[in-house]
């Protein structure tokens, strides 16, 4: 049997144990921030309620935006891309400027004479050997066609009876190889060429200029003119012949040389 103390003693040891047994179960296993969290029995199975994750809370609802951070840090990033952009293309030297010309670099080739200006020279080069075979006096045949070719060309057409024209042809080299065929009228002037008319122009200001015409130039030889190239050839020891030729124009141009010296 025990006594009333014991058992009073008893009774605290168990009132204690059983305190101790709640602390340990309240406080102590669960931690202080689930102190209101329901002991679930083991082995028994209880829905949980729909809880979210703090993730899917601040997930929305509706179409997928960015936040304001987000927008400020793409800002920001954008913002530092397009500074450090004008210096690394400062690094990276130009294209055009590294690119240099060799010092070795060749001259552009010059631009060689047409096909149809050698054909040309060629042609009136043909015309002036011709002329010099007839007895002409063109000159040297270089191609040219100066004042000496063109009064040659003129004295031929007007011994044949040609249309005057003072210029280099193919017609006019056919005529010029062809057997000798002399007529008389001199050379047709229905409808002359400038290069023809602008001779017996020069002609006919030379005649004046020496004294032997007398009027204005018209590049028409008319008779007044036909009439000074006769006074002139017959002074300066010429066959008078009356019409523009190479050795007229040749000693017209020393005349003019002379008084221009005496002046």
């Known amino acids: ?73 793409q800002s920001e990033a954008r913002a530092q891309e397009m500074q450090t952009a004008p210096e690394t293309a400062a690094r990276v030297p130009s294209t055009t400027q590294s690119i240099e010309r060799p010092a070795s670099a060749e001259a552009p080739p010059q631009a060689s004479p047409s096909p149809s200006t050698t054909g040309a020279a060629t042609l009136v080069r043909d015309v002036q050997s011709a002329l010099a075979a007839r007895g002409y006096e063109p000159g040297v045949p270089d191609g040219s066609a100066g004042p000496m070719t063109r009064a040659a060309i003129l004295a031929f057409e007007h011994d044949h009876g040609l249309p005057a024209t003072a210029e280099a042809s193919e017609p006019l080299l056919v005529a010029l190889r062809a057997p000798e065929r002399r007529v008389a009228g001199g050379a047709r002037w229905q409808k002359p060429t400038e290069a023809a008319s602008s001779l017996v122009r020069a002609t006919q200001q030379q005649l004046i200029a020496s004294g032997y015409l007398r009027g204005q130039a018209t590049g028409v030889p008319d008779a007044p003119t036909i009439a000074a190239i006769r006074a002139f050839e017959t002074a300066h020891r010429l066959a008078p012949t009356g019409r523009i030729s190479a050795p007229l124009i040749a000693r017209l141009q020393q005349t003019r040389a002379r008084i221009a010296a005496g002046q």
Request: proline share 10%; hydrophobic share 45%; glycine share 8%.
């Open 1 to 73: 049997m025990t006594s009333p103390r014991d058992a009073r003693i008893a009774g605290v040891f168990i009132v204690v144990l059983a305190g101790g047994v709640v602390w340990n179960v309240a406080y102590l296993q669960d931690g202080p921030r689930d102190r209101r969290r329901t002991a679930i029995p083991v082995g028994v199975h209880v829905p949980l309620p729909n809880v979210q994750t703090a993730a899917e809370a601040r997930r929305p609802s509706g179409p997928v935006t960015l936040s304001l951070a987000a927008l400020i840090e």
